[in-house]
């Protein structure tokens, strides 16, 4: 609030006494105590410190966790193969997916002599590898690879949690 020179002559009083002394007082009125902003700034260390420690936990449990599991019938029957491959440069399997069948997406299994970066290693009982494809990682959280012997054959199974539907033969599915 100013007055205006043409009204008002240079002896005029302002208002509300003195605009700086009242700004000053109004600004120091709201703010908080040095102490108290310290313990503040105290608090939110500890707080962000908590929140660091629990999501290291969260990490470390989740990498003690493999993306898929491979149960011991699997892994005799991968390494009996492995052992009729008689191929010192392969390391183990490959699981991948492929887009392709009815439902969309369908597992793909080979031989493998390489570890690409961001692949996933398991390893399985038999000292057998199992080297899931980067790019399929994310619809293969959760499975479980089985090997099954029946009647009609026998097949790799893939138990996936994920599927949303799968076609009738069972060979392709969609998340």
Do not use: H
């Amino acid at each position: 609030l100013k007055p205006k020179p043409s009204v008002c002559p240079a002896s005029c009083v302002w208002p509300r006494g003195n605009p700086a002394r009242n700004y000053t007082q109004q600004t120091t009125k709201n703010k908080p105590s040095l102490d108290a902003a310290m313990a503040a700034a105290a608090f939110r260390g500890a707080v962000v410190q908590a929140a660091a420690a629990s999501t290291q936990r969260s990490f470390a449990s989740l990498a003690a966790k493999q993306i898929m599991t491979v149960t011991p019938t699997a892994a005799q029957r991968i390494a009996n193969l492995m052992s009729a491959r008689n191929d010192p440069t392969t390391i183990g399997i490959r699981v991948g997916l492929r887009t392709r069948g009815c439902n969309g997406m369908s597992y793909t299994m080979d031989y493998t002599d390489k570890v690409n970066k961001f692949d996933e290693v398991i390893e399985a009982d038999e000292g057998v590898k199992v080297v899931v494809d980067s790019k399929a990682v994310m619809f293969l959280i959760g499975t479980e690879m089985d090997f099954v012997s029946n009647e009609v054959g026998t097949e790799f199974v893939f138990n996936n949690p994920n599927k949303k539907a799968e076609c009738g033969c069972g060979q392709s599915f969609s998340t």
